[in-house]
């Protein structure tokens, strides 16, 4: 079972852009469809981003698309998120997250993921 950092997260003006990345552990990494969630204070954790094992499918929530892209590097045992066009409403800490299911190339379901990160804060200045 993998072992999930990330970092990257920090304080930004609105309109700016930060990259995330999240390590994993292990050499198994490519088994896992990866995903991208946050949650702000009083709120649910929510679904960002996530990106097939591959990397050659992804998909995004309606309120970051345009905006972020998830990407990953196998080879590094690494996925990444770049967020650009900053908004306040964006502020929140960011987990990625693992899923090792072979059933489909990937999920938004929060429930469906095996391994969690510590997670980032991101803070969004207006």
């Known amino acids: 079972q993998v072992q999930l950092v990330e970092s990257g997260g920090g304080l930004v003006q609105a309109g700016g852009s930060l990259r995330l990345s999240c390590a994993a552990s292990?050499?198994?990494?490519?088994?896992?469809?990866m995903g991208w969630f946050r949650q702000a204070p009083g709120k649910e954790r929510e679904f960002v981003a996530t990106?097939?094992?591959?990397?050659?499918?992804?998909y995004y929530a309606d309120s970051v698309k345009g905006r972020f892209t998830i990407s990953r590097d196998n080879a590094k045992n690494t996925v990444y998120l770049q967020m650009n066009s900053l908004k306040p409403e964006d502020t929140a800490v960011y987990y990625c997250?693992?899923?090792?299911?072979?059933?489909?190339?990937?999920?938004?379901?929060?429930?469906?993921?095996?391994?969690w990160g510590q997670g980032t804060q991101v803070t969004v200045s207006s």
């Open positions: 997250a693992a899923d090792r299911s072979v059933n489909y190339y990937y999920t938004t379901d929060k429930n469906k993921y095996d391994v």
């Open positions: 292990g050499r198994t990494f490519s088994i896992y469809a």
């Open positions: 990106i097939s094992r591959s990397g050659g499918r992804t």
